[in-house]
């Protein structure tokens, strides 16, 4: 599995993008040697499990330039570094508690060239600032997820969509979403990806 899954599904690529999408997997595949960011069987399933999951909030909104999204227990940069190849004029915030993840993400996004992303090696609830949008991939439950990030919106909405958060997650999330009290929507992948994988994978949005 290459980087063609992702032209296939975003066919509009610049040269650029195309060339920062090529250099994800030599990148992935250098650090995960070093820090077990993705298991060692995934890593050749990078562009499907890992890029392209992250590249559904796109099929979702477009970001605008100027709007300031916060990626939340990104990890090794997902769903942060795929989107901001995505949307180079979106200011993106990748945040996450483990120290090594976020050099990961502080060397990749060197690598490629992105001048769009800052990394903070913190936890959600220190970050002083205010956001358009919260993007995260299964960090935790919704119940314990949202008090994180409740207070870092900003209150005007310039988007298609208001506000809020767009979280990846699969399963049967309607007892979870119960639990939270929160108003969400699913958005189901497989109204954009035809492969089994996604099946059971939703974006989940949270309006503020």
């Not at 945040?95 to 992105?114: H, P, T, W």
């Amino acid at each position: 599995m290459n980087s063609e899954i992702i032209y296939h599904y975003f066919p509009d690529l610049s040269q650029t993008q195309k060339d920062q999408f090529e250099a994800l997997d030599e990148q992935y595949r250098f650090w995960n040697a070093r820090i077990n960011l993705i298991s060692r069987k995934d890593i050749d399933m990078l562009y499907l499990h890992h890029i392209l999951h992250s590249l559904a909030i796109a099929k979702v909104i477009s970001f605008l330039p100027g709007e300031k999204i916060l990626d939340v227990g990104t990890g090794g940069g997902f769903p942060g570094i795929p989107l901001a190849i995505m949307f180079p004029d979106t200011h993106f915030h990748l945040v996450d508690s483990i120290g090594k993840k976020i050099k990961v993400v502080q060397e990749v996004s060197m690598a490629l060239g992105l001048k769009n992303v800052r990394s903070t090696h913190a936890r959600a609830e220190q970050i002083d600032d205010k956001f358009n949008f919260v993007i995260s991939r299964a960090v935790t439950k919704l119940a314990d997820f949202y008090p994180w990030v409740r207070g870092k919106f900003e209150k005007k909405s310039i988007n298609t969509l208001q506000n809020g958060i767009l979280y990846l997650k699969g399963g049967d999330l309607d007892q979870e979403i119960k639990e939270s009290g929160l108003n969400a929507e699913l958005i189901p992948l497989p109204n954009y990806f035809k492969e089994d994988y996604f099946d059971t994978k939703y974006v989940v949005y949270i309006p503020q």
